[in-house]
């Protein structure tokens, strides 16, 4: 979330967020180590230096990746509980959602958002202060059964793209990690983003304890093998993802990419 007052970018963080804490033991915890996504499993608890992250991998071939923002009165969604329960009166079942990218205390998306492909919010390619123009900052977008992540200042409108959300900064860009994300900073948070393995592999993370920028951008980098991620959010994030006992519905967001079936 980006807060008129929000100093957020590495060195200007400020309280400490808690760890959260999962009691179920037997949720399973995944070395970074050989194929992790190659078994057929979208959700996976995965361990890495000495952090724990929770993701959710969705194959654009067969899993359909939405974006939501308001309902059909025009109010925002704001939180997960809401998302699930109007799914639910169209028969379908919320299976995964996050907070996706940063907003206005309007709940306004902060720069770029496109859905169901109509521009609701334009492109933000002005400087100030806060994780989000933490520059590079980028572009999380789809098209048909394809995705990608764009730095905002190459950033281009085609016909095709179906969804899409600006936030900052870009954790990886093309394989690099960001150039200004310190690697001993303290400043530590839970972390959420999204990391293209290809164009139709996206993946979503968030940490259970705190971490800093640099640990994040190297989670996606060297153990999700991702050549391009994006930061959503701290501190607020938050992720539904039953799979992994995370039955988080509340906070209080702007945008939301879910999947439901």
Known sequence: MLLPNDRTHEGFDGDHRRSL???????????????????????????????????????????????????????????????????GTTGKELVFATNGGMFQSSLEPNGLYIENGEL???????????????????VFQLSSKSAAIVPSSKWKAVDDIQFATQSGPLLVANGKPHPRLAVASQSKYIRSGVGLISQNRVIFAISNEPVNFYDFAMFFKDCLKCRDALYLDGQISKMYLPDLNRHELDGRFGPLIAVAR
Not at 120 to 138: Q, R, V
């Open 120 to 138: 609701m919010f334009p492109l933000d390619l002005t400087s100030g202060e806060g994780n989000f123009y933490l520059k590079p900052n980028g």
């Open 21 to 87: 804490v999962f009691a179920p033991l037997f949720l399973l915890v995944w070395g970074c180590s050989g194929q992790i996504h190659e078994n057929g499993e979208a959700a996976r608890r995965i361990a890495f230096q000495d952090n724990t992250y929770d993701t959710y991998l969705v194959d654009l071939n067969e899993t359909e990746l939405l974006f939501f923002l308001s309902d059909k009165a025009g109010s925002r969604f704001e939180n997960f509980a809401k998302l699930k329960q109007q799914l």
